[in-house]
């Protein structure tokens, strides 16, 4: 298995983006640096795409075959694209407010900690659908992190297509995520499009 080792703030600076996207608390303090000339249309491109696949976490192959799917589905392609990645089961972790960052989502899915209507899942990548049920599990709600994360009453901005449980614990997703409930990533979705589409 793949695995992206490059420091997290080192590749916010060099796409670009923030590090609150991703889930980071710090600022990036240093100066951008600064290009040389002119940026190709391609390179836009290119960029974008890093873009997403930072963000999500994602590598190309599985990159690839999201663009595939998407661009099948009815509607338009980039933003059924960035809709299919919001809806992966480790971004849903990170927007219910069980993880700090989309990595972190990731090792609490691995390791068993969620449950997707009422059974144990631990894909990262597998995608959720209307009415699925998203918790941890109760045998990982006594584990010293959780007990923490409850105590804190950690109130992120839960998305307009998740309802969050009255406990800290659990979430419903209420419909498929919209264009306007991913306007906080900062990819142009379009420029990934005309990308794969050469």
């Known amino acids: 298995m793949a695995i992206d080792r490059v420091p997290a703030l080192k590749r916010c600076r060099s796409l670009g983006i923030e590090p609150g996207v991703i889930g980071l608390g710090k600022k990036s303090v240093r100066e951008p640096r600064r290009t040389r000339g002119k940026v190709s249309e391609y390179g836009a491109q290119l960029k974008e795409k890093q873009k997403a696949k930072f963000i999500y976490g994602v590598l190309e192959k599985q990159f690839r075959a999201y663009y595939a799917k998407a661009k099948k589905?009815?509607?338009?392609?980039?933003?059924?694209?960035?809709?299919?990645?919001?809806?992966?089961l480790d971004n849903v972790v990170f927007r219910l407010g069980l993880a700090s960052t989309r990595k972190q989502a990731r090792q609490i899915v691995r390791h068993g900690h969620i449950t997707v209507n009422g059974k144990r899942c631990d894909i990262p990548s597998a995608l959720v659908n209307v009415n699925d049920v998203i918790a941890v599990s109760e045998k990982a709600r006594g584990n010293a992190f959780f007990k923490e994360l409850a105590e804190s009453n950690n109130t992120l901005s839960t998305p307009a297509w998740i309802t969050a449980g009255s406990d800290s614990?659990?979430?419903?997703?209420?419909?498929?995520?919209?264009?306007?409930?991913?306007?906080d990533i900062p990819v142009e979705s379009q420029a990934i499009v005309e990308l794969y589409s050469k």
């Open 73 to 88: 589905m009815q509607g338009i392609a980039g933003d059924n694209l960035i809709g299919l990645l919001e809806r992966r």
């Open 169 to 183: 614990f659990s979430g419903t997703v209420t419909r498929f995520p919209a264009p306007e409930d991913f306007a």
